[in-house]
């Protein structure tokens, strides 16, 4: 049984930029959550995908957006990169939208 | 609005030492409960939940925690700590179950 896997682990960005970080479903799971950890803190809830769909989205900006795909992989897309947007990213699947989280073990993303 | 308050931002242990990190959470209707462990530059894995039933519920790796509803807590303990057990612990209430809320988390660290 394969994990969730996320790429890249670590990237660079300058202010302005747009980034696209990507999430591999643990199998069977047709449900992705995306956390953004900021250095220090707990996650906090970007947004939910189910079965290709938006379904839940935390106190975020609409330059924050994703995709599901149909093999219920994910991408996470930033415009417009902040500064205050370096963190770690974390992708977590499950099976349906109340089911056990299953995390990868993120993207550190730096914006310089 | 859910939210989680973990009282403690640090708890040094001496190894075979009981450990508790304390949680509060805040929500007006019925939550579900968890506590995640973070190892050094890994993703989160799942210690235990409530969910209902039993308050007292037992986790993975010798820890378990008492939901106690009247004081609105959800308290985890271990009675003897390790070494590896030194890593960073997350309380988190999920309300709906796609809206996970984490705490600030905790950094659990056993002295030999």
Same mark, same amino acid.
């Given at each position: 049984e394969t994990g969730v896997t996320q790429s890249p682990t670590h990237l660079i960005k300058t202010r302005g930029q747009q980034v696209t970080l990507r999430c591999?479903? =643990?199998?069977?799971?047709?449900?992705?959550?995306?956390y953004q950890?900021?250095?220090g803190q707990g996650p906090q809830f970007i947004? =939910?995908?189910y079965r290709e769909e938006e379904n839940g989205r935390g106190n975020f900006p609409p330059r924050f957006s994703g995709l599901q795909f149909p093999n219920y992989s994910s991408e996470l897309n930033v415009n417009a990169l902040e500064l205050d947007d370096s963190a770690l990213y974390l992708c977590a699947s499950s099976l349906g939208i109340s089911g056990e989280l299953f995390f990868g073990e993120g993207s550190r993303l730096t914006v310089l | 609005a859910q939210s989680v308050t973990q009282l403690d931002s640090q708890v040094p242990v001496f190894e075979e030492a009981p450990v508790e990190l304390r949680?509060?959470?805040s929500s007006s209707v019925s939550v579900y409960l968890f506590w995640y462990v973070q190892y050094p530059n890994q993703g989160?894995?799942?210690?235990?939940?409530?969910?209902s039933g039993s308050t007292l519920v037992k986790g993975i790796n010798g820890?378990?925690?008492?939901?106690?509803?009247?004081q609105t807590s959800f308290h985890l303990r271990k009675p003897?700590?390790?070494i590896s057990d030194?890593?960073?612990y997350f309380c988190a209430v999920s309300d709906p179950p796609n809206d996970m809320r984490f705490g600030a988390g905790t950094r659990l660290t056993v002295k030999p």
């Open positions: 591999s479903s =643990q199998s069977g799971h047709n449900t992705v959550s995306w950890q900021a250095l947004f =939910q995908y | 949680c509060n959470y989160l894995q799942l210690l235990l939940k409530y969910l820890f378990e925690a008492e939901f106690n509803k009247s003897s700590v390790h030194t890593a960073e």
